[in-house]
Each structure stands twice: as structure tokens, then as C-alpha cells.
Nanobody, 121 residues
Framework: QVQLVESGGGLVQAGGSLRLSCIAS????????MAWFRQAPGKERDIVTA????????YYDDSVKGRFTISRDNAKNTVYLQMSSLKPEDTAVYFC??????????????WGQGTQVTVSS
């Protein structure tokens, strides 16, 4: 059974930085894409960024390009989200997600519990 545990959220001032981590267990980590989603109050959960199993392919939503960086350490079964130049509109619960299919970056079947990121103006 796949388990995902996020950490690293918190309160930060606008312009600041945070790094989120997500540790995965339960299967061969490097075979599957990973992603970060976020959900703001009253809004849908949207994808922020994704990374392929080997780390060579990444995707970023336009709203975070140039500010956020996704990376992974397959030896540690961990995916990271480095967030810089944070804005109040980045405030949301951030979820780590794992793909359910080898080589797919389109669908995600496993979810972490979420970690709150709050950016004050």
C-alpha cells in the first residue's frame, strides 16, 4: 500500500521561501511520477507541478513557473517542492500525489494528508 507523508508547510511572509517534502513508501518509488497539488479555500484542487519517475521531465503550472522547483531523491523515496518568491495567492493546502501507473504523468491515485502553506502580505 502506497503511503505519502508531507512535511514543511507553515506561515511565511510574501517574498519568502518554503520547502515541502514528501516521503513515499509501499512500492518502487523511481517507477512512478510524483506531483504536488494545492487547494485554496472554496476552490478546486489543482496541479502545481509534476516530475517523472527518473526526474528528467517536469511540468509546472504557469502560476508558479520561475518560482517553484520540484525535485526528487529516489534513493530517499522523497520528492521536494522548493517554493520561492511566495505570494499571498499561493496560500493553500498542498498535497503530494503519486501516479498509479508506470510512466504516466497524467493521473494520480495516491495522496498525502496535505500540509498548510500560508503566505501573509
Amino acid at each position: 500500500q502506497v503511503q505519502l507523508v508531507e512535511s514543511g508547510g507553515g506561515l511565511v511572509q510574501a517574498g519568502g521561501s518554503l520547502r515541502l517534502s514528501c516521503i513515499a513508501s509501499g512500492r518502487t518509488f523511481s517507477n512512478y511520477a510524483m506531483a504536488w497539488f494545492r487547494q485554496a479555500p472554496g476552490k478546486e484542487r489543482d496541479i502545481v507541478t509534476a516530475i517523472s519517475g527518473g526526474g528528467s521531465t517536469t511540468y509546472y503550472d504557469d502560476s508558479v513557473k520561475g518560482r517553484f522547483t520540484i525535485s526528487r531523491d529516489n534513493a530517499k523515496n522523497t520528492v521536494y517542492l522548493q517554493m520561492s518568491s511566495l505570494k499571498p495567492e499561493d496560500t493553500a493546502v498542498y498535497f503530494c500525489a503519486a501516479s498509479g501507473s508506470i510512466a504516466s504523468m497524467e493521473e494520480y491515485s495516491y495522496w498525502g494528508q496535505g500540509t498548510q502553506v500560508t503566505v501573509s502580505s
